[in-house]
């Protein structure tokens, strides 16, 4: 069993509420936008494995470090993760093709600044947006996803509020 916290849209900051989250967690996923490798550098020091893809703001360097897509698996679970992505009902053309051209049971993005987890009974693929954690960006409330992975089932999810977006105090 693996504990994992999902996060996305950090835009160059992690600041405390979301480290303390991450630090009682197995690994970090991120999904896109990260920002700055200094964040990188940051979530690298906290000593936990560490999936991302970049986002449509990462840079060059970034991009030299997290590829577009990422195809693993997890605890028996396998998972496809991107930035821009869309939705069951709403995928972008080449997340679909993605998703119908293999069986995942887990399909992450970011980009939109809103959590949404949704099952896609027609692909059979729980699709987990954790919304965004940075500050940046018109989202009002500041979120993250945290759930285990165990035999290849997601258990135990749970959405983290971090409060207002405009409201942080570290």
Not at 14 to 40: P, Q, Y
Not at 41 to 66: C, F, K, T, W
Not at 77 to 103: N, Q, W
Request: hydrophobic fraction near 40%; charge should be neutral; include cysteine.
């Amino acid at each position: 069993m693996k504990k994992i916290a999902l996060i996305s849209d950090t835009h160059s900051l992690l600041k405390e509420d979301v480290v303390k989250h991450l630090l009682t967690h197995d690994e970090i996923w991120h999904a896109g936008d990260i920002g700055s490798m200094e964040l990188v550098e940051q979530m690298e020091s906290l000593g936990l494995p560490i999936r991302a893809v970049y986002g449509n703001i990462d840079d060059h360097q970034i991009r030299a470090v997290y590829p577009l897509n990422l195809s693993f698996e997890c605890e028996g679970l396998k998972v496809f993760m991107t930035h821009i992505g869309g939705y069951p009902g709403r995928y972008v053309a080449r997340v679909k093709e993605e998703l119908l051209s293999d069986k995942y049971g887990l399909y992450i993005c970011g980009h939109s600044h809103i959590l949404k987890v949704i099952y896609d009974k027609k692909l059979e693929v729980l699709h987990m947006n954790p919304g965004a954690c940075g500050t940046h960006g018109f989202h009002k409330f500041r979120t993250m996803l945290s759930f285990e992975i165990d035999k290849g089932k997601v258990q135990n999810a749970k959405v983290i509020e971090l409060g207002l977006r405009g409201k942080i105090d570290k």
